[in-house]
């Protein structure tokens, strides 16, 4: 056989009208099973936080996500006629994932050069089970997903076609991708590696110098964010004071915060089997055989490599799963699973287009092969607009439930202590006016400058914590005896609460007065 | 040649056409040939030989000779040989069409093929008979009837409806669209029913074999067989928007279980083949000796079903099946809108009928595991029920349990009563979890991290209410649970708390709150005592230990709204002998059982502080202990 009937250049005049249609679909998709309020399923805290970003500037936490920031500020620009946290989760989710799925498609369909194989890796990526889910909430991953695919797909174009315009672009994705996440750090070998393979053509100084340009072009995303912490308009932060000085915003985009995770993945094989399980009920019973198939094709084509690009097209898409590996074992979270997109998506699109790059030499089982994976892509889509339908809105009763607890409280202006998921939710509506006032809500680990400041400490904790909070003032404000004091809800409360009065021993308790 | 062929073909057509208007001929002028009378004495015979003598033909019925050697007899009426004699059923048709025999006729004999009721319908009214149903009533029948030279032809039933009279009042149906055959192939080969039926808008195939018919009052009954095969729901008939919505509702809960069966690797519940002697007596049905046979699953065991009043068993079957349809649909309705301490709970539906069914098999496969031997016991009697179970396995551990249920003395307390007790030994909680977890829809994203260790368990309850919210308040009781060698997902234990005795941070603007590190927790044995009282479960005291860490938890879980207050305290050792306690880590659990909240206290590094037991708040102990 000869070069020739394996030089997949040819571009397919349809592609790019085909890949629009895509992009439609799922962004119809996505916004059809779209989560039906705030929160998810997946972070809900997260998930609320993004959403409020859809009617309020807000600072969320490290590293910041300038690019999500700058959507915000999109989004309330256009003031869509819809619910500012459906347009919030259309936009950073719905919208990148879709985008995602129509990269997925060019990428599979210039390795293979079969459409129905491009058809089936999209199908197959946007169905599968964490794709679809944070396609359809307020998570930062499918943009993440979007980015490395669109760094993969130019680079593909880099190496099928050595023209250097195409590597540059990919820098300049790439450093863009940074104002989303900064775990793109990890993509940074596959690039080296790209480059080194072809030094020749980009080891110059003009080519150079302009990655370094778009590479500080792109790290303008966090002065972005520092005019954002300056703005008067921004009317939360999460835990950085407002305004920071420089020292405490480096200190915030670093992430110290999460520090003690950074490590403790490797600690046990937790994170590995958190890892195959995403792998394996991305499509249950489907997704690890397809996965093992194309790997094996993969590694079985390794002889044919220097007669066709196309293996090491397939060898940059799998790259780049495989160099977000090493972050997925070595973070220890115990919600990791939201972190996997980048090792799933390309894992998943690598594999299928290493089985289409198998059968592109065999037209019969490319025949075959391809229709059965889009019709079993299809049925999973069919099948997960039904389990993404079915999701219920957690928080959908949450204002009506502080309406009946927040006036209980034994003191004024209750210090309303929460878990990070309610407190979220509840900041949606807080910066909306819509939440009882006056009371001053925070999240459990956030309520020492309250403690420290008020004489005597009262308020609410919902939901219970087994009195944790108390222990916890009394253990700041050893001057201070706390007491429990009951609040009222309604039979089969969704979130028991308990009020709290915090004052020094000698004093008599205004219930007690009461009494 | 051409010309031989055409005319051989010729002679063929005409040949065949001449003999074929013979035919026709012959069979349009038999009607006049078919005698009335011998026609009525055969339908007679028939008619008597199926339903025991009870009834024969009325005397006004005209019998009409029709083409193709049928009689037809047009609205027929049957009444009883000798007037006035007390009847179990009535029976009324459009019509009933007799096919008969051709080469007899001939030779100026009748006999019946079969008799086709067309759209029959049957009434059973109040009586002595056990089932009421024709032909094996089970009294009084004429062993001469049964017990012909020649069989009797084939009875059949073409859409016929079933009917309880006197029962209620009402008139619904029982069975309706019935489609029938009984058979005898020969005098000394039994009798043969097939049926399908519509009950419950569910097609139901039934198919009866009886050795010996006659047998089937005796003591000892009748060697038999008997399948039932259910046919997927019809839809709806019509019916009001609310009735159509109740139907949903059960099928749902119909479709779920049927899932969670086929899950659990047990065959689909929806054809059953039962061997063994059937027997049947006034206000009885029984089957000793039986053999249930489910796909792969074979049981063995008795059946039998008896009515305790004077209404026959099958309008008491059929109040029990109504009263516990409403029951479920009831409480599922409530329990559907959210609102499931409403739910209502009756047990009068089990007056009137006393179940005793008792199966057991060995080497049961159920979802990859091997039940060596398994037992099950239903009985009702005096409107109190009893279901033991009992499954003992190398592999996976012993369980028995029963529960009771019983109406109070209607005196001190009409409402329903239960009591529960179940025993676990070494089973290992892996797949059990694994099974529980098989048996629910998988997650949209990742696998399910699944407890591992081997249970111990014991529960004794009691419980009586109206409705669920009435029994979950009203249960009072203990759970004592122990577990062994096993570990706990969600986060890793140690790991968490040597990072405390390190030096980490947290509950602060800086460090945010403690977050688990991610893995398991492995264990040596996790202890717990509950008690259940006051619509609560009080953690009297949890323990799980481990190498190098050791949990104390006491509290108290609602039962209704799951709202949890526990206090605990996780403690870190030096070593997995030493007494030096590292870290001393309190936290609570709130929230509800749904959505747990569990929150870390203030850390205590205590390096001199010798080792006593884990420390267990006692403040949610119930008063007095």
Redesign the interface.
């Known amino acids: 056989m000869s070069n020739a009937a394996f030089f997949r250049v040819g571009s397919d005049a349809r592609s790019p009208s085909i890949a629009v249609g895509i992009l439609l679909f799922w962004m119809v998709y996505y916004g059809w099973c779209l989560f039906p309020g705030i929160g998810g399923?997946?972070n809900a805290g997260d998930s609320a936080k993004f959403q409020t970003l859809g009617h309020t500037s807000i600072l969320v936490h490290g590293p910041g996500y300038p690019f999500i920031l700058m959507l915000g500020s999109l989004v309330r620009s256009l003031a869509l006629p819809v619910e500012p946290w459906w347009a919030m989760t259309f936009a950073m989710a719905a919208v990148p994932g879709a985008i995602a799925n129509a990269l997925a498609f060019l990428i599979t369909r210039r390795l293979t050069g079969s459409v129905v194989f491009g058809l089936a890796s999209a199908t197959l990526l946007g169905s599968a089970?964490?794709m679809?889910?944070q396609s359809t909430e307020a998570e930062v991953y499918p943009l993440a997903l979007a980015f490395v695919f669109g760094i993969v797909f130019l680079m593909l174009r880099f190496i099928e076609t050595k023209r250097s315009g195409y590597f540059v672009a990919a820098c300049g994705l790439y450093a863009l991708s940074f104002g989303n996440h900064l775990m793109m750090v990890m993509l940074a070998p596959v690039g080296l590696w790209v480059m080194v393979a072809h030094a020749q053509i980009l080891l110059r100084p003009r080519i150079l110098g302009a990655i370094a340009l778009l590479l500080c072009l792109g790290a303008t995303q966090y002065l972005y964010l520092f005019w954002v912490t300056h703005q008067p308009t921004t009317a939360y932060s999460e835990?950085m004071p407002l305004p920071p000085t420089a020292g405490e915003v480096v200190n915030y985009i670093a992430g110290?915060?999460?520090g003690?995770?950074y490590g403790?993945?490797l600690?046990?094989t937790?994170?590995m089997?958190?890892l195959?399980?995403?792998f394996?009920?991305a499509h249950?019973g489907v997704s690890i055989p397809v996965m093992a198939v194309g790997l094996s094709l993969f590694v079985a084509g390794w002889r044919q490599r220097g007669r066709d690009w196309a293996w090491y097209g397939v060898a940059l898409v799998l790259g780049t799963g495989l160099a977000f590996t090493p972050f997925m074992l070595w973070y220890?979270?115990?919600d990791?699973?939201a972190f996997h997109l980048p090792v799933l998506g390309p894992l998943l699109v690598g594999t299928i287009s290493a089985i289409g790059w198998w059968a592109a030499k065999r037209p019969h089982p490319r025949l075959w092969v391809s229709g059965a994976l889009l019709i079993f892509g299809l049925v999973r889509t069919v099948q997960?607009a039904g389990?993404?339908t079915e999701r219920t809105a957690p928080f959908a009763d949450l204002v009506p439930v502080l309406e009946t607890v927040i006036p209980q409280s034994p003191v004024e202006d209750p210090l309303v202590s929460m878990?990070?998921f309610m407190r979220m939710a509840t900041l949606y509506h807080e910066l909306q006016g819509e939440t009882p006032m006056p009371a001053t809500y925070r999240?459990?680990?956030?309520i020492?400058?309250e403690v420290e400041r008020r004489e005597q400490v009262g308020g609410i904790?919902i939901?219970?914590?087994?009195?944790?909070?108390l222990?916890?003032i009394e253990?700041q404000r050893p001057d201070l005896h706390c007491e429990v004091v009951d609040i009222e809800q309604p039979?089969?409360?969704?979130?028991?609460a308990y009020g709290f009065l915090c004052s020094p021993p000698e004093t008599t308790s205004p219930i007690t007065q009461s009494e | 040649m051409t010309y031989r062929l055409t005319s051989l073909l010729r002679g063929a057509v005409l040949g065949l056409t001449a003999s074929g208007l013979v035919a026709v001929l012959v069979l349009l002028l038999l009607p006049p040939l078919i005698p009335g009378d011998p026609v009525r004495v055969r339908i007679n015979e028939q008619v008597h030989s199926w339903t025991g003598g009870a009834l024969e033909l009325g005397p006004e019925t005209q019998i009409a000779a029709q083409p193709f050697l049928r009689a037809e007899i047009a609205e027929p009426t049957f009444v009883p040989p000798a007037a006035g004699e007390e009847r179990d059923w009535r029976v009324s048709a459009d019509a009933i069409n007799a096919r008969l025999r051709f080469m007899p006729l001939l030779l100026g004999r009748v006999e019946i093929v079969d008799l086709r009721l067309l759209r029959p319908d049957i009434t059973l009214l109040d009586s002595a008979s056990p089932l009421g149903l024709p032909g094996i009533s089970g009294v009084d029948v004429p062993p001469a009837a049964m017990m012909q030279p020649t069989p009797p032809g084939d009875i059949v039933l073409i859409d016929g409806v079933v009917r309880l009279g006197n029962v209620d009042a009402g008139d619904d149906d029982l069975l309706s669209d019935i489609d029938l055959r009984l058979s005898r192939p020969s005098p000394s080969e039994g009798m043969v029913v097939n049926a399908a039926f519509v009950v419950d808008d569910r097609r139901v195939h039934v198919d009866l074999e009886m050795e010996t018919p006659l047998a089937l009052s005796s003591t000892d009954g009748t060697p038999g067989r008997l399948s039932v095969r259910l046919g997927p729901h019809l839809a709806s008939s019509g019916g009001d928007l609310a009735s159509q919505e109740d139907t949903q509702l059960l099928d749902d809960l119909g479709d779920r279980l049927h899932a969670a069966v086929i899950a659990l690797g047990l065959p689909a519940f929806d054809a059953i083949v039962v061997d063994g002697q059937f027997s049947l007596h006034p206000h009885a049905v029984a089957i000793n000796d039986a053999t249930v046979t489910v796909g792969d699953l074979t049981l063995d065991g008795q059946i039998s079903l008896s009515s305790s009043s004077t209404a026959p068993l099958a309008a008491q079957i059929q109040t029990l099946a109504e009263g516990a349809h409403t029951a479920i649909w009831a409480a599922a309705r409530e329990i559907r809108d959210g609102n499931w301490p409403e739910a209502p709970v009756s047990l009068s539906w089990l007056d009137g009928l006393d179940i005793d069914l008792s199966l057991s098999g060995e080497a049961i496969e159920i979802a990859a595991v091997t039940v060596d031997r398994a037992s099950l016991s239903f009985t009702v009697n005096d409107g109190a029920a009893r279901l033991d179970l009992a499954g003992r396995s190398e592999e996976f551990g012993n369980l028995e349990s029963a529960i009771i249920a019983q109406v109070g003395p209607t005196d001190m307390a009409p409402e329903p009563q239960f009591a529960f007790h179940g025993d676990m030994d070494d089973v290992s909680v892996g797949p059990l979890a694994q099974i529980i977890s098989d048996a629910t829809s998988p997650p949209l994203i990742g696998t399910r991290q699944l407890p591992r260790g081997t249970l111990s368990a014991e529960t004794r309850f009691t419980a009586s209410g109206d409705s669920l919210g009435q029994i979950v308040d009203a249960i009072i009781g203990s759970v004592s649970v122990t577990l062994e060698d096993g570990s706990l997902t969600g986060g890793d234990v140690v790991t968490t708390l040597q990072s405390l005795r390190d030096g980490r941070e947290f509950m602060t603007e800086e460090y945010g709150p403690l977050i688990p590190a991610a893995g398991r927790t492995p264990f040596d044995r996790i202890e717990t005592r509950v008690d259940l009282a006051d619509g609560a479960a009080r953690i009297l005291e949890s323990t799980i230990a481990g190498d190098l860490f050791e949990i104390g938890m006491a509290g108290i879980l609602v039962l209704q709204d799951g709202a949890m207050n526990v206090e605990g305290n996780a403690r870190l050792l030096a070593e997995a002998t030493s007494v030096e306690v590292e870290v001393d880590l309190p936290f609570g659990v709130g929230g509800t059982l749904r959505e747990p909240v569990v929150a870390a206290g203030v850390p205590r590094l205590e390096n001199e502080r010798p080792r006593e037991e884990a420390e267990i708040p006692t403040r949610f102990r119930p008063a007095g202990d």
């Open positions: 399923m997946l089970g964490l679809a889910v835990y110290t915060y999460f003690d995770l403790a993945g600690a046990s937790q994170t089997e958190v195959i399980g995403t394996s009920y249950p220890g979270a115990y990791i699973r997960m389990d993404l878990t990070y999240v459990a680990w956030r020492h400058d904790v939901p219970t914590d087994g009195e944790q909070a222990r916890w253990h039979e089969r409360a969704s979130w028991p």
